[in-house]
């Protein structure tokens, strides 16, 4: 059988940065922060961190009715917005049914690290003031993490695959290469996939405040996410969603699509060391990343970008510089690295989906967007980071990096479309 292509026909995002894909792009480039004081809930009093990435201007009824949202979290709203412009920008139709394209074939995989946060915390305030017969019937299919690919394919038809994955920070990057997959092995000709999140609540901002994950920069917000800096303190909260078109390319050529970019490798490994740190060589994540290159047959000099997981956490940038030196030997030095995540905060299960798309855009564009706030150099994160300031540079392949709570890594590699 012919091998079947998989490439990049659409994207769609929504950010703190921007709620399409040209603006975020724009912001990333620019090193624009969208970090800022939380004004989804009053974070004065007993919260270590205050400030968090919050998607503004954000309308839902662009996209739905009131009544409608209503019945779904914000992080399906979301996922919901992301998904209406990367199928726009892949000039497919709203309703694949009854179109020229086949419904049957066009799956979902769009994944959430955490799903409705608010609508739980909401639905437990009323049981605990209001009995348990208060509690809405809509609890449960507005928690669940799957209901965004769930709500996605009810939206257009998308009858293929549909499904979520939960690996925390690493879902949406999971989500891409399992969608990736699922063409590869001719189960979809079209994935719908990505991540999304919304978890900038009071519960959300508790949990990871006492586990002193988050920076508490909080009178200097724009400074706050300070990727592979020494002083860096923390990761800062973000919400919104990034949805990609994944398509085979036969069937991509055939309906006249342009063409981003072309997916050719995917890794994904565990640690199996601990629940919340990365391994301290970073084995694991090393292993993701030679498993990627082994499957797209490249070879560690291939690799021209890395957009990093760069949390701007203490132990995740110091290991993931040990996992990028130890997948790519020398050449750890000579490639070009960055993480978006100075600028856009840490989308928590929509990252990877934020970030692989700015490596398909370093691709079209050879823009490397910058490491923002990076100051002070720290001895055990000494490689190219594109401090500060967005770099040209031609770029033919690109990986991005997704590390998650339990151990879960993943690795993607896009490269230019020849």
């Not at 049957?104 to 995989?109: D, I, K, N």
């Not at 002193?212 to 303190?233: G, L, T």
């Not at 699509?257 to 994904?268: D, F, K, M, R, S």
């Not at 692989?356 to 370093?362: D, E, G, L, R």
């Amino acid at each position: 059988m012919t091998e079947r292509r998989v490439v990049v026909t659409g994207a769609g995002i929504i950010s703190c940065v921007g709620n399409n894909v040209d603006d975020f792009w724009e912001s990333i480039v620019e090193g624009r922060c969208g970090l800022g004081p939380v004004t989804r809930f009053d974070a004065s009093e007993g919260f270590r961190t205050k400030i968090g990435g919050e998607v503004k201007n954000f309308d839902i009824q662009k996209y739905m009715p009131a009544k409608e949202a209503k019945r779904l979290d914000q992080f399906c709203h979301f996922a919901v917005a992301a998904s209406d412009e990367a199928m726009a920008n892949a000039g497919l139709p709203n309703d694949l049914r009854g179109s020229s394209i086949d419904h049957t074939r066009v799956g979902v995989l769009v994944s959430s690290g955490i799903g409705g946060l608010k609508t739980l915390e909401d639905q437990h305030s009323i049981i605990i003031n209001r009995g348990a017969s208060r509690v809405s019937p809509l609890l449960i299919p507005m928690m669940i993490g799957d209901m965004a690919s769930g709500s996605i394919s009810m939206r257009y038809g998308a009858m293929g695959p549909n499904m979520g994955i939960v690996t925390a920070c690493a879902s949406a990057c999971h989500s891409l290469g399992e969608a990736y997959w699922m063409i590869k092995r001719d189960d979809a000709d079209i994935m719908i996939t990505g991540g999304a999140e919304s978890t900038i609540t009071p519960l959300g901002f508790a949990g990871f405040c006492s586990m002193k994950a988050m920076s508490q920069r909080n009178d200097d917000p724009k400074k706050a996410s300070r990727p592979f800096d020494r002083d860096r303190d923390g990761f800062v909260m973000a919400e919104g969603a990034g949805t990609l078109i994944f398509e085979e390319l036969e069937h991509a050529k055939k309906r006249g699509a342009n063409i981003l970019a072309e997916v050719v490798g995917y890794g994904t490994t565990a640690d199996a060391y601990h629940i919340t740190s990365p391994s301290p060589n970073g084995e694991g994540a090393s292993l993701a990343i030679t498993s990627a290159m082994r499957h797209a047959g490249l070879a560690p000099e291939d690799i021209d970008y890395i957009n990093a997981h760069g949390t701007s956490t203490s132990l995740n940038d110091k290991f993931e510089t040990k996992a990028f030196k130890s997948a790519l030997g020398d050449h750890a030095a000579k490639v070009s690295i960055s993480s978006t995540k100075g600028a856009t905060g840490h989308g928590l299960g929509c990252a990877g989906a934020l970030e692989t798309f700015a490596c398909i855009k370093a691709i079209c564009t050879g823009v490397i967007p910058p490491t923002i706030n990076y100051e002070t150099p720290d001895p055990d994160c000494d490689l190219e980071y594109t401090p500060n300031e967005a770099r040209e540079k031609p770029i033919k392949t690109a990986l991005n990096m997704n590390l998650g709570f339990g151990g879960h890594n993943a690795a993607l590699i896009v490269k230019r479309y020849e």
